[in-house]
T-cell receptor, first 114, second 114 residues
Framework: AQKVTQAQTEISVVEKEDVTLDCVYETRDTTYYLFWYKQPPSGELVFLIRRNSFDEQNEISGRYSWNFQKSTSSFNFTITASQVVDSAVYFCALSERDTDKLIFGTGTRLQVFP | DGGITQSPKYLFRKEGQNVTLSCEQNLNHDAMYWYRQDPGQGLRLIYYSQIVNDFQKGDIAEGYSVSREKKESFPLTVTSAQKNPTAFYLC?????????????FGQGTRLTVV
């Protein structure tokens, strides 16, 4: 069965600190896709990244970076030099080959204090 | 601007009443989805549709119904059979099922049963 685990329910940091959000997934398929979404207080989910199971290269986009490790079934998300605007709930999600259905983790609430 | 519009933003319903949540998209996406979000449980899939006049049950379809008469519209009806309907409902769309593309989300409808 597919499953996504985000063990960190809530994280609080002070502005400019680096923070890593953990994501561990389970799937029996060899082809799958991983996603991260941000949910600000307004409610809608904002897409951040999509990664397929064959691409283990780490990715960096500005202050955001993602570390994908198939050996540990993890897809962790790091925010460098956090800002107050980063405060939101972050969801990790999984979809298997040939389906767009997303299986979400329970989310991590990040609070960045000035 | 292209996007997904959900209405209303807040909805109150008396026990025993059916209520319909609206979801419209102008992204020309084939696939549409309804998710339910409860505190601490992440998002769970209610129904999804790949093409007009066709839809499938997700993980928690009991007590809900949908229709897909137009490509742009995917309304969700919460029936009186849904035992615990108070939740945040999110509609999403993606280009095409099976390509594992990212989903775009609306701003959600918060339903409260009074």
């Amino acid at each position: 069965a597919q499953k996504v685990t985000q063990a960190q329910t809530e994280i609080s940091v002070v502005e400019k600190e680096d923070v890593t959000l953990d994501c561990v997934y389970e799937t029996r398929d060899t082809t799958y896709y991983l996603f991260w979404y941000k949910q600000p207080p307004s409610g809608e989910l904002v897409f951040l990244i999509r990664r397929n199971s064959f691409d283990e290269q780490n990715e960096i986009s500005g202050r955001y970076s993602w570390n994908f490790q198939k050996s540990t079934s993890s897809f962790n998300f790091t925010i460098t030099a956090s800002q107050v605007v980063d405060s939101a709930v972050y969801f990790c999600a999984l979809s298997e080959r040939d389906t767009d259905k997303l299986i979400f983790g329970t989310g991590t609430r990040l609070q960045v204090f000035p | 601007d292209g996007g997904i519009t959900q209405s209303p933003k807040y909805l109150f319903r008396k026990e025993g009443q059916n209520v319909t949540l609206s979801c419209e998209q102008n992204l020309n996406h084939d696939a549409m989805y309804w998710y339910r979000q409860d505190p601490g449980q992440g998002l769970r899939l209610i129904y999804y549709s790949q093409i007009v006049n066709d839809f499938q049950k997700g993980d928690i379809a009991e007590g809900y119904s949908v229709s897909r008469e137009k490509k742009e519209s995917f309304p969700l009806t919460v029936t009186s059979a849904q035992k615990n309907p108070t939740a945040f409902y999110l509609c999403a769309s993606s280009i095409d099922q099976g390509r594992n593309t990212e989903a775009f989300f609306g701003q959600g409808t918060r339903l409260t049963v009074v």
